[in-house]
T-cell receptor, first 115, second 111 residues
Framework: KAGVTQTPRYLIKTRGQQVTLSCSPISGHRSVSWYQQTPGQGLQFLFEYFSETQRNKGNFPGRFSGRQFSNSRSEMNVSTLELGDSALYLC??????????????FGPGTRLLVL | GESVGLHLPTLSVQEGDNSIINCAYSNSASDYFIWYKQESGKGPQFIIDIRSNMDKRQGQRVTVLLNKTVKHLSLQIAATQPGDSAVYFCAEKSQGTALIFGKGTTLSVSS
């Protein structure tokens, strides 16, 4: 079974631009969560989607948004990019939503550099 | 084997030693815990998990211990190999909440 895939793997943007990242979960998984990883802050939760509905949201500004499609694929968008948004963005999928004790499996991440 | 006290960012061991990586979690309501391994340039990889109704769980060369009284989690790796070199994260969650990750411990294995 294929793992979680994320595209693109690397991205360079400039301040003020916007970016859209894509995640395809493991086949059959309906929950997708997004995380931001930086050396200073570690792994921080952005949001979780299950059956096209946002179930949980982390403490990030409204410039960060996401959505999930009927095939469980998910996208996240960051508008008005800031230098501090440079990070590794990780997507994780699981069978069920956060009410269940389900293992989350991570993709390889998208490395975003904001200049 | 060599162990780490309540979170040290790095741990260096010799090949063949046993490694112990510790993690203090924050939420007494957390009832599910996972250890992940992250190699350079890759996403976190699931190693082992444990539910709060257990205090020990074993996998292949790995054992996770859970002490709910002091909110402490540890990962033991037997006969550590160079391929075990990576950053190890513990993560906790309670019902309905997202995973909360610890700061991570970098394990370096020398041969």
């Amino acid at each position: 079974k294929a793992g979680v895939t994320q595209t693109p793997r690397y991205l360079i943007k400039t301040r003020g631009q916007q970016v859209t990242l894509s995640c395809s979960p493991i086949s059959g998984h309906r929950s997708v969560s997004w995380y931001q990883q930086t050396p200073g802050q570690g792994l921080q939760f952005l949001f979780e989607y299950f059956s096209e509905t946002q179930r949980n949201k982390g403490n990030f500004p409204g410039r960060f948004s996401g959505r999930q499609f009927s095939n469980s694929r998910s996208e996240m968008n960051v508008s008005t990019l800031e230098l501090g948004d440079s990070a590794l963005y990780l997507c994780a999928s699981s069978l069920a939503d956060s009410n269940k004790k389900e293992t989350q499996y991570f993709g390889p991440g998208t490395r975003l550099l904001v200049l | 084997g060599e162990s780490v006290g309540l979170h040290l960012p790095t741990l260096s061991v010799q090949e063949g030693d046993n490694s112990i990586i510790n993690c203090a979690y924050s939420n007494s309501a957390s009832d599910y815990f996972i250890w992940y391994k992250q190699e350079s340039g890759k996403g976190p990889q699931f190693i082992i998990d444990i539910r709060s109704n257990m205090d020990k769980r074993q996998g292949q060369r790995v054992t996770v211990l859970l002490n709910k009284t002091v909110k402490h989690l540890s990962l033991q790796i037997a006969a550590t190999q160079p391929g075990d070199s990576a950053v190890y994260f513990c993560a906790e969650k309670s019902q309905g909440t997202a995973l909360i990750f610890g700061k991570g411990t970098t394990l370096s294995v020398s041969s």
